[in-house]
């Protein structure tokens, strides 16, 4: 270890996660499940094993789908029959073997879907807009989602506590919802996709309803010191996309997060240094409003996750691609050996 990454290598408590390092891998969608099942198997424990082995402070997994309707892409997995709950429990006895903290990402991809993904049925959405664009992986169009309805909207916020139940019996150290880059919760946020006259509609703090409902639901069945979030701006059919006035939606969307108790946040944008407003990053502005635990992510290297955790301004320093290029990340950092660079059209099944 060399004098610059003192920070990232120092022990740390969150929550309920004594963490080895400030360290923790993003959630990383890499479709390696029984596209019938929603089960994980052997490659999967082995891929989450090793990473756990290499020291990184927390996992966060994958998405996890709560339902058959939750899910957009193939092969994906779930957390939503006793199979996928006992698949997963290999998983985690295996990072736990390892001294490693694992979370599951529970998550419902909304209208970023179509009929073939989801039974026949048309995908649930806060409104009946369709996404422009074609499915990543299955490469079929978007097809119209159908707006939920009341009973509908309750029936997914169960779900996603039950989800987060089952996280539970699977072993798992906590969960992170869901909530960015496009998907259900982030189609209720966003006024492009949300255009609901209900509670669940209207202005930004309006439309954040159905977030605060899941997150308390869900903070009601593992405790609010095994909770995490995340949101963003940008989107996975919109990546361009950029609050009109970011500082004001930050605060708008921490006094949510105030409202229902929650403690660890994981703002989420690509480009870590970005300058969004006033000369702040997302991070900066977030600390400002913010005195909870921060997981910073988006392109960073070592020096900038270094900097953030110095200056305080994000607690733990999450890597997405780099830990699906390097098995061995933090070895590698330590020892600074050179990293393998993210091959984004390589088999991705490869390099488990
Ligand atoms: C292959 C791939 C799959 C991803 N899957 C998810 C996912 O399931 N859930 C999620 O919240 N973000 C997902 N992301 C976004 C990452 O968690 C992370 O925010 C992004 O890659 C930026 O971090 P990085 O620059 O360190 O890779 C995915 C990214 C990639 C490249």
């Known amino acids: 270890m060399n004098q610059t990454t003192t920070k990232l290598f120092e022990p740390v408590t969150i929550g309920a996660w004594e963490l080895r390092t400030r360290t923790a891998m993003a959630p990383l969608t890499r479709c390696f499940a029984d596209d019938e099942t929603g089960e994980v198997g052997p490659d999967v424990v082995e891929y989450y094993r090793k990473r756990a082995a290499d020291g990184i402070g927390l996992i966060i997994t994958e998405g996890i789908i709560i339902s058959p309707l939750a899910k957009g892409y193939p092969r994906v997995s779930g957390l939503y029959t006793q199979s996928q709950v006992e698949a997963w429990k290999k998983v985690t006895d295996a990072v736990h073997a390892e001294g490693g903290k694992i979370i599951a990402q529970i998550w419902h991809v909304g209208r970023i879907s179509h009929k073939g993904m989801t039974g026949g049925l048309a995908p649930q959405a806060p409104s009946a807009i369709k996404a422009e664009g074609i499915a990543a992986r299955s490469k079929k169009p978007y097809d119209e989602p159908k707006e939920m309805s009341s009973e509908e909207i309750q029936e997914v916020i169960k779900q996603f506590s039950q989800a987060a139940r089952n996280a539970i019996s699977a072993g798992f150290d906590g969960v992170e919802i869901h909530g960015a880059h496009g998907y259900l919760i982030d189609q209720f946020n966003s006024e492009i996709t949300n255009t609901r006259t209900d509670r669940y509609g209207g202005d930004l703090s309006q439309r954040l309803t159905f977030m605060k409902e899941v997150i308390a639901a869900v903070i009601d069945v593992v405790g609010v010191d095994r909770t995490l979030v995340r949101f963003s701006a940008h989107k996975v059919d919109n990546v361009d996309y950029m609050w009109e006035e970011p500082e004001k939606a930050v605060e708008t969307f921490i006094e949510a997060f105030k409202e229902v108790g929650l403690k660890m946040i994981h ?86």
């Open 267 to 352: 703002p989420s944008i690509l480009n870590f240094n970005r300058i969004l407003e006033n000369n702040m990053n997302l991070y900066e502005l977030v600390r400002k409003y913010w005195d909870g635990f921060i997981f910073g992510v988006g392109d960073l290297d070592i020096e900038t996750a270094e900097d953030a955790l110095n200056k305080e301004i994000i607690d733990v320093a999450v890597f997405g691609r780099p830990l699906i290029s390097n098995p061995v990340f933090l070895k590698k950092v330590r020892n600074g050996e050179e990293l393998e660079p993210y091959i984004g059209k390589v088999h991705l099944k490869t390099l488990v």
